[in-house]
Nanobody, 123 residues
């Protein structure tokens, strides 16, 4: 199994940057594809970014392309989300998730979830 813990969220002015981290337990971390999702109050959880186990493929929601970058370091059991040019609409709780198979964009494909980290963007 995999346990995930997110960190790096905070309150940032529009146009600023954040780097979110997701620390995973277990020596089999490298076997899992990883993803980031976010959920704002009153809205459904939505896909943000995904990365395959080797890092060979990445996926992004249209709303974050060019601003967000997902990466991973399997030796450190960590996945990252670099967020640049933050907008107020990026405000949400950001969740890290792990999957063995399935579709990168679908929350139901993911087997493990972190507790989330709050990202708040002021205007």
């Amino acid at each position: 199994q995999v346990q995930l813990v997110e960190s790096g969220g905070g309150l940032v002015q529009a146009g600023g940057s954040l780097r979110l981290s997701c620390a995973a337990s277990g020596r089999t971390f490298g076997n899992y594809h990883m993803g980031w999702f976010r959920q704002a109050p009153g809205k459904e959880r939505e896909f943000v970014a995904g990365i395959t186990w080797s890092g060979s493929s990445t996926y992004y929601a249209d709303s974050v392309k060019g601003r967000f970058t997902i990466s991973r370091d399997n030796a450190k059991n960590t996945v990252y989300l670099q967020i640049n040019s933050l907008k107020p609409e990026d405000t949400a709780v950001y969740y890290c998730a792990a999957r063995f198979s399935g579709t990168a964009y679908s929350p139901t494909s993911y087997d493990y979830w972190g507790q989330g980290t709050q990202v708040s963007v002021s205007s």
